[in-house]
Each structure stands twice: as structure tokens, then as C-alpha cells.
């Protein structure tokens, strides 16, 4: 009995040895194994993440957190450098895997698997440094523009005006400067001096030699119905009388017409002491009534201009078709027009054509037999109302009758 516990306790004692071996085996394995060992850190201070951030002099903007998004400048400050006492980690080859195959095997003096180490807890922006609290409070500043400022004791302050983001304004594109262009009335044709077809210019050139030729005290101008003077010579005898007239009527004119032959050949070379003017009816169907009464008194004022000492005696248009004719209403309302109308001196306008209509308005054929130009009893009833008229000018204008010429 007693041999049999002295070689149990020799048995217990080689396998305490053998353990013992095996223990020492595998912790000499687990170091060769790179076990990881905590390197202590001195006096190191947390790495925050506005830490890392300072790594080179930058430019820090100071901000009173109470006056955040109030102002619209900021004061910047240099930073001074920071120093980080950071220790890089080497290499670690997790001991975890090898004490995950060893559990059963290690006893409680093993080195402990290495644990990485832990984030740092968030650091209040009052806890930090001055500038890491000037780089904390940076991020929370937003995009509005809005910066506070505040300046340090030890810090040159450089002010930044934010401004506004706009749109770039486009300059206008400059038109060169013209000068203004003076808008010019357009004229009627009815003012505009105009010549007459070539179908007209013999007679027209008859017109124009007796204006450079004449000496006439009486001028009779106008369209066909003052040609038409010609076929009636006792009747114009017994208008005139005694005194000289030429006849510079041309069938067919207008009022254009007569003011470009007064350009051509000027009444002024005749010095007339009367002028006879009747002029319209040709326009009746292509001009309105005002057009019509503006080239009347354009060719009054040229004659007026022309002949300043003559009397002026403005004839009303004669009727014309019949009843339902347009150019009635037109005529009378052009008559109308040139009676209420204001002339130059020694000029006025006299009305005569109403004897030519029957009381009912018909035209009297008698007297106008293609309801336009005069008979020879139209040229009678016509010379005895204008004579009136004529005798009246002629005696203020000059009282002593003078011979007449050859042509009418």
C-alpha cells in the first residue's frame, strides 16, 4: 500500500513536469508567433479628427459661436503649428487565431489576445485647445456665407467681406449712336408737282411759251374747262372786256400739274394783275377731299409767292355726272372745305357753279351737255358770274383798262 501511493505521487510529479514543459513550449511559440504587446503611450493625446486636419500652417477663422449667421465678415487668424505625438502601430498579426487553436491548451499566463484600439470618445469644442475649438466650430459653419468674427490678442486680422452670390450681369449690348432721324411727312400727291404725259405736251408747250411771253393783266389757269375759254371767244370777250388775258388751261390737269408748270415757267414774268384759278375736278376720283383742298391752296400759295401784288380769285369746282355720281358729295364737300378755308392776302374764294343745277339736282345738258365741260351758253351764264368778281379785283388792283392781247 505504501509502494503503491509513493508511485502515484512519482507519477503525478512527471506529469506536473511534463505540463510545466508544455506550458513553457507553447508560451516560447506564442511569442515567436509575434504576440502583440501594448506599446504604452505617453502622455498622448487623443487624435481627433480636427486634429488630423492641422497637419501644415493654414488659415483659421475665429468664430463667436453666439453671433453665428449674424454678420457677413469674418476675421482670420494664422494657426501656429500643432505637434502630434502619434506612435504608427506595427504590423499586428492578430494572436486571437492563435489562441482560437490553443484555448483548450493555455493556461491563464498566456498573453492575452490584442485588442484594436477604440475610437476616441467626441471631444466637446469647449474641452479643446483655442485653435482646436477655432477648427471644431469650422465645420459647423454653413454654406449661408453667414461668419462671425473674433479676433485674438496675438493674431493680425485680415477682414473678408462675403458677398452675396449673384448672376453676372451681362453689359448691354451699345447700339452705336446714330443721329435721329427726322421723320419727314409724307406729301399727297395732289401737293407734289408733277408733268404731264407725253399725249399732253404739245399743249403744254403752247402753256409754257405764253407764261415766258405774255404780258397779260389777266391770268386764266386751270384744266379743260379753262382751255375751253378758247372755243368760246365772244364770251370771254364779254368776261375781260377791254383788258388782256391769257389762257393757260390745259385739259386733263390737276393740281400737281399746275404746280409743276408754275415752277417751269413762273407767273412772275407776266406780272398779271388778276388770276382766274379753277382746279380740282380732275382729282375728284383718285384723291380724297382734304388731299384735293391741300393742292388748292398749294398752288394759291405759290401764286401768292409769285405774284404778291395780284388778286386771287379761287373759283369753286363745277358740278359734275349725275345724281348718284360719287364725285357729287366729294365736290360739294370739297367746296365746303375751300369756303371755310383761310387764303393769303389778296386771295379769296368765290362760289358760282350752283346756277348750273336744276332745282331738283340734275345737270342741265343745255349748259353742260357731257355733264362736265361747258356749252357756249355755259360759258355765258359762267362769265356773267364771274365778272362781278372780276371787275371788283381789277378795280382794286388797277382802275384803267389796258389793250388786249392777240391770243385769248
Same mark, same amino acid.
Given at each position: 500500500m505504501k509502494t503503491n501511493s509513493t508511485l502515484s505521487i512519482f507519477l503525478l510529479a512527471q506529469t506536473s513536469a511534463l505540463s510545466c514543459a508544455r506550458a513553457f513550449i507553447m508560451a516560447s511559440m506564442v511569442g515567436c508567433a509575434g504576440a502583440y504587446t501594448p506599446v504604452p503611450q505617453v502622455n498622448s493625446p487623443q487624435i481627433t479628427k480636427q486634429e488630423k486636419l492641422i497637419k501644415e500652417p493654414r488659415l483659421v477663422i475665429a468664430v463667436d459661436q453666439s453671433t453665428v449667421g449674424t454678420s457677413t465678415s469674418a476675421v482670420v487668424h494664422k494657426s501656429q503649428p500643432v505637434t502630434n505625438h502619434l506612435t504608427e502601430p506595427t504590423q499586428i498579426q492578430s494572436a486571437a487565431l492563435? =489562441? +482560437?487553436?490553443?484555448? +483548450?491548451?493555455?493556461?491563464?499566463? @498566456?498573453? #492575452? /489576445? =490584442?485588442?484594436?484600439?477604440?475610437?476616441? /470618445? &467626441? !471631444? %466637446?469644442?469647449? +474641452?479643446?485647445?483655442?485653435?482646436?475649438a477655432l477648427m471644431h466650430t469650422e465645420e459647423s459653419i454653413t454654406a449661408s456665407g453667414s461668419l462671425p468674427a473674433t479676433p485674438t490678442d496675438n493674431a493680425p486680422e485680415i477682414q473678408l467681406e462675403t458677398q452675396p452670390q449673384t448672376q453676372p450681369q451681362t453689359q448691354p449690348q451699345t447700339q452705336p449712336q446714330t443721329q435721329p432721324q427726322t421723320q419727314t411727312e409724307i406729301q399727297p400727291a395732289t401737293t407734289t408737282p408733277v408733268s404731264r404725259e407725253p399725249g399732253a405736251a404739245a399743249r403744254q408747250n403752247l402753256v409754257?411759251?405764253?407764261a415766258h411771253t405774255s404780258h397779260a393783266q389777266i391770268v386764266l389757269l386751270g384744266d379743260?374747262?379753262?382751255?375751253?375759254? #378758247?372755243?368760246? &371767244? #365772244?364770251?370771254?370777250?364779254?368776261?375781260?372786256?377791254l383788258r388782256s388775258a391769257a389762257n393757260l388751261g390745259e385739259g386733263g390737269d390737276r393740281t400737281q400739274h399746275v404746280l409743276w408748270r408754275l415752277e417751269q415757267a413762273p407767273l412772275s414774268a407776266i406780272k398779271p394783275k388778276v388770276i382766274v384759278l379753277m382746279i380740282g375736278t380732275n382729282n375728284i376720283y383718285d384723291d380724297s377731299a382734304n388731299d384735293i383742298i391741300a393742292g388748292i391752296h398749294a398752288v394759291v400759295e405759290l401764286l401768292s409767292a409769285q405774284c404778291p401784288n395780284a388778286e386771287i380769285v379761287v373759283l369753286d369746282i363745277p358740278p359734275r355726272g349725275d345724281v348718284q355720281d360719287s364725285a357729287r358729295e366729294k365736290i360739294a364737300q370739297i367746296?365746303?372745305?375751300?369756303?371755310?378755308?383761310?387764303?393769303? +392776302?389778296?386771295?379769296? *374764294?368765290?362760289?358760282?357753279?350752283?346756277? *348750273?343745277? %336744276?332745282?331738283?339736282?340734275?345737270?342741265?345738258? !343745255?349748259?353742260?351737255?357731257d355733264l362736265l365741260h361747258f356749252s357756249q351758253k355755259g360759258y355765258a351764264l359762267?362769265? =356773267?358770274?364771274? %365778272? &362781278? #368778281?372780276?371787275?371788283?379785283?381789277l =378795280? @382794286?388792283?388797277?382802275?384803267? &383798262?389796258?389793250p388786249t392781247t392777240p391770243h385769248p
Open positions: 492563435v =489562441a +482560437q487553436s490553443n484555448t +483548450q491548451s493555455l493556461d491563464s499566463s @498566456a498573453a #492575452e /489576445p =490584442a485588442q484594436e484600439p477604440t475610437a476616441a /470618445p &467626441p !471631444v %466637446k469644442s469647449e +474641452q479643446l485647445q483655442p485653435e482646436a409754257l411759251e405764253r379743260s374747262i379753262t382751255e375751253g375759254w #378758247e372755243g368760246a &371767244p #365772244e364770251q370771254l370777250q364779254a368776261l375781260v372786256g367746296n365746303i372745305g375751300l369756303t371755310l378755308g383761310m387764303w393769303p +392776302q389778296h386771295a379769296r *374764294f368765290v362760289r358760282v357753279s350752283n346756277q *348750273f343745277l %336744276k332745282p331738283d339736282g340734275p345737270i342741265d345738258p !343745255v349748259i353742260m351737255p359762267w362769265a =356773267a358770274a364771274i %365778272k &362781278p #368778281e372780276l371787275d371788283c379785283s =378795280a @382794286a388792283n388797277h382802275p384803267e &383798262p389796258a
